[in-house]
């Protein structure tokens, strides 16, 4: 007996049982289990190859949004060579981001800044506290195509004074193509309050107050500073999710208000808690507050999801978690849903820039995050949400590789290409870059054997299982491991971000791993 492979029963023993197929399958296919008991060739999540921005420098404050008229995503940052309010755009086409050449929006150093995309005039528009006296202030883009944009529209001031967490989202029931409305709120370090107001821009770039600024949240001592702002289309109204912190006794809270910009005022309902109710051990989300993360999203069915660094009192140990929050109605306090742990086992001061957005093509939500347990760079996860369950996937899709850090983090959903665009400063400081990443239909987790034979669409066919031997090789070392690769689903030697799957005995034949 010359080698192992004369030992093995042939055809893989007993692991081996019969599946129908979900498209063609050829002879020595890796497949997967679907969700309806067929068989399909795996299509793993896949991250495009990052792409840079022209010049060698790294950004603060970063938040984004997509155009679906350009197809680009708009990045809006503190230039640190400049210090001044900076914008680029990158255009998307399948994996591949090509930054365009960086525009000043405003001259001047910025602490929070946020981004919109007025649909309907086809600008974006940005808004952000300065640095020095705080004033928060507006600005839309006023012309330009592909990732070129002007910024000669109007420097608007919404309101003077020492400000902060400014956030800003679109308002499209009173929009057209003539003028847009933006809903804005923000933090006032004087009084502790937070305000909204409704923000009219032209199609000409002009931009006015048409309604506030309007205190949204008040009590004396405390301070409601905004984590997180959504436009729910269902209900036609924003949603937005205050912290509420007492700093003289260390109180702390959370809580969602529903606003509804009526044609002479602004409505908006009461508090409604999320998690543990203000006092000594109340729920925050204990992120920076600072305005350069998405932390919410809505799959556009009455329900958003904020997601987010959470904890219980100023002691308390934080956990990645996810709250349903579902509209009641015109100014009526939306409902809160119990909290979901995203990464059960993991706590701590670990998770940095959470950003959700809803991929509308695989009818999921993507929640990227840099996370401690992965030195810090961007994890991704996947979730459903079925009426008011969420439910986070198995899997998780590392973005180290890409070096994607938590540094300046951002995303945003391309609906033409179907893709999460991410963004990051590297590590160590390097060019800020963005990368891809299109959820697949059949992931590695999902991995049940290798096919015996060729399987015709919709037919039966043999599979060797897990623990099986497969003979449909051809070209494998023996004595070499093989592997998964995460980004393709095929058999590779290449171990690095892969999933073992067995060794080679023979040059056609493998010895799959156990369960």
């Not at 946020?114 to 006023?142: H, L, T």
């Not at 590297?426 to 870059?433: I, T």
């Amino acid at each position: 007996m010359s080698n192992l492979s004369e030992l093995l029963p042939s055809g893989g023993g007993q692991n081996a049982l019969n599946f129908t197929a979900t498209g063609t399958l050829s002879n020595g296919a890796v497949v997967g289990l679907k969700s309806d008991g067929t068989v399909a060739v795996l299509d793993p999540d896949a991250v495009g190859s990052p792409a840079d921005f022209p010049s060698n420098y790294n950004v603060q404050l970063a938040a984004a949004c997509y155009d679906s008229i350009r197809d680009v995503v708009h990045v809006a940052y503190k230039d640190l060579g400049t210090s001044y309010v900076t914008h680029s755009a990158g255009s998307i086409s399948g994996s591949t981001i090509t930054w365009g050449t960086k525009s000043t929006v405003a001259s001047e150093d910025p602490k929070d800044i946020d981004i919109a995309m007025n649909e309907s005039i086809q600008f974006p528009i940005i808004a952000f506290c300065q640095s020095s006296g705080g004033n928060v202030k507006v600005r839309s883009g006023s012309g330009g195509s592909g990732t070129t944009m002007n910024w000669n529209g109007n420097l608007l001031v919404v309101q003077y004074g020492d400000n902060n967490n400014c956030m800003i989202v679109p308002n499209p029931p009173n929009s057209d193509s003539s003028s847009a409305e933006t809903c804005i709120v923000f933090n006032t370090q004087s009084n502790g309050r937070a305000y909204v107001a409704a923000l009219t821009t032209t199609s000409g770039a002009s931009t006015s107050i048409r309604l506030g600024p309007t205190t949204l949240a008040y009590v004396a001592n405390t301070h409601f500073l905004p984590v997180g702002l959504i436009y729910d289309a269902t209900a036609q109204s924003q949603v937005c999710v205050l912290n509420q912190v007492n700093y003289s006794n260390a109180y702390q809270g959370c809580q969602a208000h529903q606003i509804n910009i009526a044609s002479t005022q602004i409505n908006f309902s009461t508090g409604a808690t999320i998690g543990t109710a203000f006092g000594a051990s109340g729920t925050t989300c204990d992120e920076s507050l600072s305005s350069n993360t998405r932390r919410m999203a809505t799959s556009g069915n009455g329900k958003q999801v904020i997601t987010g660094s959470f904890k219980e009192g100023s002691g308390g140990s934080n956990t990645l978690r996810a709250y349903v929050i579902t509209t009641n109605g015109t100014s009526q306090a939306p409902s809160i849903a119990s909290p979901v742990d995203m990464l059960p086992g993991q706590s701590g001061n670990i998770f940095y820039g959470t950003n959700t957005v809803y991929d509308s093509n695989a009818g999921l939500f993507v929640t990227v995050v840099g996370l401690g347990t992965n030195s810090y760079y961007a994890t991704v996860l996947t979730s459903t949400l079925s009426g008011t369950t969420f439910t986070v996937n198995s899997g998780q899709t590392s973005l180290q590789s890409q070096n994607i850090y938590y540094d300046a983090i951002t995303a945003t959903y391309s609906d033409h290409t179907n893709n999460t665009v991410i963004t990051s400063n590297q590590n160590p400081v390097a060019a800020y870059r963005g990368v891809t990443f299109a959820v697949g239909t059949l992931n590695v987790d999902k991995l049940i054997g290798i096919t015996a034979q060729a399987i015709s669409n919709g037919a039966s066919g043999t599979v060797n299982l897990l623990g099986g031997i497969n003979e449909s090789q051809s070209g494998l070392t023996p004595g070499l491991d093989y592997y998964v690769d995460a980004s393709t689903g095929q058999l590779t030697a290449t171990s690095s971000g892969n999933t073992f799957i067995g060794t080679a005995v023979s040059a056609t034949t493998l010895n799959i791993k156990d369960l």
